[in-house]
RNA sequence: GCCGGCGUAGCUCAGCGGUAGAGCAGCUGUUUUGUAAACAGUCGGUCGUGGGUUCGAUUCCCUCCGCCGGCUCCA
């Protein structure tokens, strides 16, 4: 259900972990990874695959991002790139973003370092969007918002100044002593771990700033006139929560004011899609301090939510689902044997019952699947069997992790569990993909697969692992064609793969929605059996899936994605009318039949009947309540008798004149329909 | 949980060592309006919580709670 990072390359930023490359490459060609300097044939170029496009290490150009201004003739100062172990590399062609952006987070180290003497500089890679670096202040000290404004007015100083970024390849000794001299054990420690093949390395010096890097970089500093600190950030250093915490400074760097400018005004944007303020404006939901991370859902939050349930729910039982409704608590025994006692406590909430009783909240509903499978002998002829279960889920997620509905303690999923025998494994993963290919398909959601693989701490036999993913890696392919998807290496569940399904925010996070999981583990610890043709006992595979993922989570994201401009199907309030005079009995009757009409279509319908407010007035409001449809009628509709009305149409910023009937028509058949905004 | 930031009226925010202010919303009145804001008046806050410093704290310091951005985590 939730956001997942890569392990063990963990510096990145988590947009950029989340960024993974397919088929596992790294994600980031960073000033010192090790990984890319035992690489025989370094990347040419800045690009690499920070954007997340495929790039093996090749002498071949990388593909071009589709940002438009990702890329710029490179101008012919700059310099050609420092081999490291002496293979020279073919010059970049031009500078990009990533570029430039690398070169920002030098300038920005070169600054911490005169401003704070004894500073330790660790890893500064670009990221989408910009850059960070990390370091080690001396005292163990921290930044603040002041120390980034000073940071940022040294790194302009800098800027104008004109460093040249100068190459230079040493030997890797050399290297080491050069760091260790400086006191820079981070690079120290970075030349230790550089495969022992590899004998050269190169480095990169700014003014007195030297720093290991493959480079390439701008060929002076005065290019980086666009640049702005935006976060600090406390991040364990190798990614590693038992290590001590470095500085992180976030930044971002643009070839010129004007796209700085541009990139500032997207980020406020979409602060203005934000599903947190949308839903507070909306009265949709709410957060008390007494419930960290449970939502209130309030009641035009509820239609929202209820319309997603009911459809679901009815699709469901079409496509075989049978569903089940189980307990919200239960004794520590059921968690025992499901596993969760000893590898999920930590994040449940539990409820001691008496002296030698705990009852726990169920952060997953697939042990009580398993005791209703059990219920009963099971035959191969029943399988496979679905159970759907819509139940109220509890996670005791850290406070620092909550976010709005995107991450939330308390949830909903469409959660099913489906008991299957071997062979009907890859079939019922096909079922399952069209399930998410039509639910996701009334959105309009870019949303993408992720596999996750064997983790190191598994149950289970790694043949039994081995078979499972190739089974899934074969189902990708085809549902998703070969590549179209992410591989995530040891980010499987501990009993099984997964695929998950990922949908961005308004800003650009991605979020795990949908989870397709394959389980060998979970029947044999609850004794799930079937009786097979032959007279055997077999144990069912189980597939857990859930397809919105939460409900919560799933409406956070379809705010953001429409800016609150619900699908009318979705939208609380489907037509708002209007009176124009709002005192006069005869008009307001007019206005009623006419709201009485949409009504008996099944829409839900608002007369809006204030006094004291006029009628413009009216129609702004119901424009900021997203009101999909708005009709004002007055006297002159009701005298002129021929059931023409003008209809508002909000979300293509339309009006028209039709007749009544076609209009109830129209609105009526938009919502069965349950089109797309 | 960790690092940084924030918490002032229902909402969005200003203020600041001398016990608080705006706009919107609400309420009342006038207006009856033809497609994104009529006008006037008025109500409304023990400045998140607990403690400390001070003659005096919303303001400075600390604790806790919550929120925001990262990190970590996330079956």
Known sequence: MHRRSIRKRSWRSSAAAARTCRRGWPASRETVGVGEFISPQPTPHGGGCTRGEPAP?????????????????????????????????????????????HSAAHLMAAAVVQLYPGAQYDVGPAIEDGFFYNFRLPDAAHFSDTDLQRIEERMHELAAQQLPYEPQVMERAAARQLFESAGQNFKVDIIDRIDPAVQQVSVYRTGEFVDLCRGPHVSHSGLLRATKLLRVAGVYWRGD???????????????SQDELAAYLHRLEEAERRDHRRIGKELELFHFDP?????????????????ELLQYSRAQHQRWGYREISTPIVNDSALWKTSGHWDHYRENMFLIPVDEQTTYGTKPMNCPNAMVVFNLRRRSYRELPVRFSDWGVLHRFERSGTLHGLLRVRKFQQDDAHIFVTEEQIEEEYARVFEICT????????????????RPDHFLGEATM??????????LLDRHAGPGGYAVDPGEGAFYGPKIDILVKDAIGRQWQLGTIQLDYQLPRRFGCVYIDRDGSEQTPAVIHRAVYGSLERFIGVLIEHFAGHLPLWLAP?????????????????????????????????????RSGER?????????????????????????????????????????????????VTRLAAEAAERRPA
């Not at 929560?241 to 070839?255: D, H, I, K, P, S």
């Not at 039509?438 to 693989?453: K, N, V």
């Open 57 to 101: 290490p090749s002498l071949n150009p990388p593909p071009a991002t589709n940002l438009p201004y990702t890329r710029r003739q490179m101008p012919d100062e700059i310099v050609d790139d420092a081999a490291e172990a002496g293979a020279p590399l073919a010059a970049p062609h031009e500078l990009t973003l990533d570029i430039l952006r």
């Open 241 to 255: 929560e038992r290590n001590e915490q470095l500085q992180r400074v976030y930044g971002t760097a643009w070839f």
């Open 290 to 306: 007494t419930a960290p991370g449970m939502t209130y859902w309030l009641p035009d939050g509820v239609v929202i939510f209820n």
């Open 438 to 453: 039509h639910l996701y398909g009334l959105f309009d959601l870019e949303y993408s697969y992720r596999l996750g693989t």
């Open 465 to 474: 692992w081995d078979r499972a993913e190739a089974a899934l890696l074969r």
């Open 573 to 609: 309030v489907q037509c708002e009318l209007i009176p124009v005079q709002d005192d006069a009995d005869d008009v307001l009757h007019f206005v009623d039949s006419v709201g009485e009409r949409l009504a008996a279509a099944g829409l839900r319908v608002d007369v809006n009947r």
């Open 615 to 663: 009628m413009q007035g009216k129609v702004r409001g119901a424009e900021l309540r997203r009101v999909p449809y708005v009709i004002v009628l007055g006297r002159k509709d009701l005298e002129r008798g021929d059931g023409v009305v003008r209809v508002r149409d909000i979300r293509r910023h339309q009006q028209e004149d039709l007749p009544l009937d076609d209009l």
